[in-house]
Nanobody, 129 residues
Framework: QVQLAESGGGSVQAGESLRLSCAAS????????MGWFRQAPGKGREGVAS???????NYADSVKGRFTISVDNAKHVLYLEMNSLKLEDTAMYYC???????????????????????WGQGTQVTVSS
């Protein structure tokens, strides 16, 4: 059973940076797609970025150029480096995983929650002015 645990959230001011981490356990295979989603108050969950075992990464337009997704395969940790944070980045951030390469639609900036069977509990990011 794959388990995911996020950390690194917090409260920052606009323009500052944060790095989220997601520790993964319980999987020994070689293929994966891992992603970050976020859910702001009163809104649905949206995909932010994803990366797969082939190294392909994709980003939502709203974070492109500011956020970087990466994986430390030796440590089994997924990261999301968030720079130049904006008020609208305030949300609960979730990491998610599936045991196949990322679907092609991720390259179009389209993520579906149902593509990911494994989810963490979330970490809160709050950006203030």
């Amino acid at each position: 059973q794959v388990q995911l645990a996020e950390s690194g959230g917090g409260s920052v001011q606009a323009g500052e940076s944060l790095r989220l981490s997601c520790a993964a356990s319980g999987y020994t295979g070689s293929n994966y797609c891992m992603g970050w989603f976020r859910q702001a108050p009163g809104k649905g969950r949206e995909g932010v970025a994803s990366i797969d075992s082939d190294g392909s990464d994709n980003y939502a337009d709203s974070v492109k150029g500011r956020f970087t997704i990466s994986v430390d395969n030796a440590k089994h940790v997924l990261y999301l480096e968030m720079n130049s944070l904006k008020l609208e980045d305030t949300a609960m951030y979730y990491c998610a995983a599936e045991l196949f390469l990322c679907p092609a639609m991720h390259a179009l900036g389209r993520w579906r929650e149902n593509d990911f069977p494994y989810w963490g509990q979330g970490t809160q990011v709050t950006v203030s002015s």
